[in-house]
């Protein structure tokens, strides 16, 4: 789960014919034939200053499961005790531990918005991440998330098992294919270097028009066959480019093909606070009601 600020400096919007030459013919009968409800197991959450104050109604979907991109990022804490400077206003982790869409959570670690700094600093997030990882909060952590995300252009993620080896498990970190190199190709280059012991989040790349949710429904499929059933997960994008700049709400007619191209699989909707909005969710409960 990337920056939204991140989203469009790091991946080109891509044009769908490409989609389709990395196997949308065989995404098209995701699309014709699966009609299983959708297992929208969570939302992720982005943390910034706008939105410390999170409050939803993403129960409504099936939601329990809250992933926080990161508790440290640009160097400022969300959360007390890190001896970091803490960002203006903290989150009242108390109020969200009570809700019914954070009932577990996946608690990100430390990050940075700019992904090229991440990925140069890498050593440094993982010591800081190890640091935060053990500190005390009021949720139910189920799980920790590594917010580096990792694609096959980046050839140090290959270091990433000594660096994250003494984070605590279960550990998750999130990928993408930026560079289009297809399925197949993305899920070998992970199964050669990925710990067994971490998952991913795939990325599907719809949001900004990298590709179609068929095609992503098979970057799926190549690594749950390469990393195990357990080991994947789905993160929605759940927006779209707005015109003149920026990004929107996914409209319903956009979001119920994406999640039904994906049924059989834990999604993740991104994200909750900035584009799930209440009326929303109850569009989408509505129309995921309807055959």
Same mark, same amino acid.
């Given at each position: 789960?990337?920056?939204? =600020?991140?989203?469009?400096?790091r991946? *080109?919007? $891509?044009?769908? /014919?490409?989609a389709?030459?990395? %196997?949308?013919? &065989?995404?098209?009968y995701?699309?014709s034939?699966?009609?299983?409800a959708?297992n929208?197991?969570g939302?992720? #959450?982005?943390?910034?200053?706008? *939105?410390?104050?999170? /409050?939803?109604?993403w ?5 329990h499961e809250l992933?926080v991109?990161?508790?440290v990022v640009?160097?400022? &804490?969300f959360?007390?005790?890190t ?5 203006p206003v903290?989150?009242?982790? @108390?109020?969200? =531990?009570? @809700?019914p869409?954070a009932?577990?959570v996946?608690l %990100?670690? @430390? ?6 700094r ?6 440094q997030? =993982? ?5 935060? $990882?053990?500190?005390?909060?009021? !949720?139910h ?10 694609d096959?252009s #980046?050839a140090? @993620?290959k270091?990433?098992p000594a660096l994250?080896?003494?984070l ?6 999130s990928?993408y294919?930026?560079?289009n ?9 992970l ?8 998952g991913v ?8 028009? &990298?590709?179609?949710a +068929? ?6 499929? =190549?690594?749950?066959d390469?990393?195990?059933?357990d ?5 929605v994008? $759940?927006f779209?480019?707005?015109y %003149?700049g920026?990004?929107? /709400?996914?409209?319903?007619a956009?979001l119920?093909?994406?999640?039904a191209a994906y049924?059989?699989?834990? !999604?993740?909707?991104?994200d909750? +606070?900035h584009?799930m ?5 109850d569009r989408?409960k509505? $129309?995921l009601?309807q055959?």
């Amino acid at each position: 789960m990337k920056s939204f =600020a991140k989203f469009v400096n790091r991946r *080109t919007v $891509a044009a769908l /014919s490409m989609a389709v030459l990395l %196997g949308a013919g &065989a995404g098209t009968y995701y699309m014709s034939t699966i009609t299983a409800a959708p297992n929208l197991v969570g939302i992720v #959450w982005q943390p910034d200053n706008q *939105t410390v104050g999170i /409050s939803g109604n993403w129960e409504k979907l099936g939601v329990h499961e809250l992933l926080v991109q990161w508790t440290v990022v640009d160097d400022q &804490a969300f959360v007390p005790g890190t001896g970091l400077p803490s960002v203006p206003v903290l989150p009242d982790w @108390a109020r969200i =531990a009570k @809700a019914p869409w954070a009932q577990d959570v996946i608690l %990100g670690l @430390a990050g940075y918005f700019s992904e090229n700094r991440s990925r140069d600093d890498i050593e440094q997030l =993982a010591a800081l991440s190890e640091r935060i $990882a053990g500190l005390p909060t009021p !949720l139910h952590v189920t799980g920790w998330y590594f917010p580096a995300e990792v694609d096959p252009s #980046w050839a140090a @993620a290959k270091e990433l098992p000594a660096l994250l080896a003494k984070l605590p498990r279960p550990l998750w970190i999130s990928v993408y294919d930026g560079a289009n190199i297809g399925p197949a190709a993305t899920a070998d280059w992970l199964k050669q270097w990925l710990p067994n012991d971490i998952g991913v989040f795939f990325q599907d790349g719809v949001g900004v028009y &990298a590709r179609t949710a +068929p095609v992503a429904r098979n970057y799926a499929d =190549a690594l749950r066959d390469r990393l195990g059933k357990d080991r994947v997960r789905i993160i929605v994008e $759940a927006f779209r480019p707005q015109y %003149g700049g920026g990004f929107r /709400s996914a409209t319903i007619a956009e979001l119920k093909p994406q999640l039904a191209a994906y049924a059989g699989y834990p !999604l993740y909707l991104f994200d909750g +606070p900035h584009y799930m909005t209440p009326t929303l969710v109850d569009r989408l409960k509505q $129309a995921l009601a309807q055959p």
